[in-house]
């Protein structure tokens, strides 16, 4: 119950598509989803964050899509970059406490 | 303003052996939390520490010890290290804290490798 899934392991996008990663999880006591950046050699970074109580989050090119009653999210990134290759994680936790993490997608967006 | 330093960077121990890793938050952050990076096991949350007080604890065995200063400065102490305690251990921080829900700020981990 405390597992948060993600999917694809992979993804490959060209410059400009769409790239999307989706996330399942069980707990329906988790109350914050937020989302990860790390590239190589470097710690994670938080890139976008949402609550339970909102369907949809955006920043710049980035957006999450919360689906509550089907325990799912996804981040969705518009306009794919190369410098956008990365591995990004989802995550969730109940209160800060519980703290999760999806076992991580690794995109290449090609030149 | 400075990010989150980790000390060392790299670091190769013997089973059996102890080690000690260090971890200076960004000024004015109170709340260090450390998690454990593997291939096998990705990210996971070993605890929160906040005000010298540890808030939060993940699912890792009594070898896992942490404690934090009075100036938020952060050890993380494994002993009687094993096979499977080589990762990358990074260490985050935030201004108030996970139940806050406040941004963390990682740093770039100490690659502890257990031979």
């Known amino acids: 119950q405390q597992q948060v899934k993600q999917s694809p392991q992979s993804l490959i996008v060209q410059k400009g598509g769409i790239s999307i990663i989706n996330c399942a999880y069980e707990?329906?006591?988790?109350?914050?989803f937020p989302w990860y950046q790390q590239f190589p050699g470097k710690g994670p970074a938080l890139l976008i964050a949402?609550?339970?109580?909102?369907s949809e989050k955006k920043e710049g090119r980035f957006t999450i899509s919360f689906n509550k009653s089907a325990k799912q999210f996804s981040l969705h990134i518009m306009d794919s970059q190369p410098g956008d290759s990365a591995t990004y994680f989802c995550?969730?936790?109940?209160?800060?406490?519980?703290?999760?993490f999806g076992p991580g997608t690794r995109l290449s967006v090609l030149p | 303003k400075a990010g989150v330093t980790q000390t060392p960077r790299y670091l190769i121990k013997t089973r059996g052996q102890q080690v000690t890793l260090s971890c200076s938050p960004i000024?004015?952050?109170?709340?260090v939390s450390w998690y454990q990076q593997t291939p096998g096991q990705g990210l996971q949350f070993l605890f929160e520490?906040?005000?010298?007080?540890?808030?939060n604890k993940g699912n890792f065995p009594g070898r896992f010890s942490g404690r934090q200063f009075s100036n938020s400065r952060s050890e993380m102490n494994v002993s009687t290290l094993e096979l499977g305690d080589s990762a990358l251990y990074l260490c985050?921080?935030?201004?108030?804290?996970?139940?806050?829900?406040?941004?963390?700020?990682f740093g770039p981990g100490t690659r502890l490798l257990v031979l």
């Open positions: 985050a921080s935030s201004l108030a804290g996970l139940a806050d829900q406040e941004t963390q700020y």
């Open positions: 707990n329906t006591a988790f109350d914050y």
């Open positions: 949402i609550r339970p109580d909102v």
């Open positions: 995550a969730a936790s109940k209160n800060g406490q519980n703290f999760v």
């Open positions: 000024s004015g952050h109170r709340s």
């Open positions: 520490y906040f005000s010298e007080t540890q808030r």
